[in-house]
């Protein structure tokens, strides 16, 4: 079965280190990447996507992410980290044939002060 | 914030009882998406709806179903309510049905079942 995995439950960081959120994909094909964030008790927000072309993709709050089409990973980083980061994260795939976005468990991100 | 909003925040329901949750989309947007989230998960896909047609659907029974209106507001119904459909439900609008498009999410209606 096609899948997301998020191996890590919780990510600690202090904050002004740089962070990072694991991400790897099982998709038969070309897959499309999502990170989405949820804050307390809120719906989920977009963050960025991976459809084609440049493997290295930025998105919004200072976050980027790499496509790593041999190692099918798709990891969340950003090089220094704020308090208000901490939040859940979630990594999500769609691919041609399903169009329908699966999400993996999410991972909760702490920065410390 | 993204212009979707959902109603009612919060619910408490008995066993057995029905629930329709709402969601008005964002401006633009076509397509709705359901998703179910339980205590610590990710997202479940439910159902999604493109110009008020059933358009995918996950591995929900079918006392769980959905309309779509002409101004692309939705609606989430479930039928014969059991203590596992506790959890958030969450209304996504997205401007396409396309694998590629991102999906805009509300803040979510938090189902209690007693």
């Known amino acids: 079965a096609q899948s997301v995995a998020q191996p890590e439950d919780q990510v600690n960081v202090a904050e002004g280190n740089p962070l990072t959120v694991k991400c790897t994909y099982s998709?038969?094909?070309?897959?499309?990447l999502f990170w989405y964030v949820q804050y307390p008790n809120r719906g989920l927000q977009f963050l960025l996507k991976y459809i084609t072309g440049d493997n290295l993709v930025k998105g919004s709050y200072g976050f980027e992410a790499e496509f790593n089409k041999s190692q099918t990973s798709f990891h969340l980083k950003k090089p220094s980290a704020l308090v208000s980061d901490s939040a859940l994260y979630f990594c999500a795939f769609s691919s041609g044939g399903s169009y329908i976005p699966t999400f993996g468990r999410g991972t909760s991100l702490i920065v410390h002060p | 914030e993204t212009g979707v909003t959902q109603s009612p925040t919060h619910l408490i329901k008995t066993r057995g009882q029905q629930v329709t949750l709402r969601c008005s989309s964002q401006s633009g947007h076509n397509t709705v998406s359901w998703y179910q989230q339980a205590l610590g998960q990710g997202p479940q896909f439910i159902f999604q709806y493109y110009r008020e047609e059933e358009n995918g659907r996950g591995n929900f029974p079918p006392r769980f179903s959905g309309l779509q209106f002409p101004n692309y507001s939705s609606e989430l119904n479930v039928n014969a309510l059991e203590l596992d459909d506790s959890a958030l439900y969450l209304c996504?609008?997205?401007?396409?049905?396309?694998?590629?498009?991102?999906?805009?999410f509300g803040p979510g209606t938090r189902l209690t079942v007693l």
């Open positions: 998709v038969s094909g070309n897959p499309y």
């Open positions: 996504a609008s997205s401007p396409g049905q396309g694998s590629e498009d991102t999906q805009y």
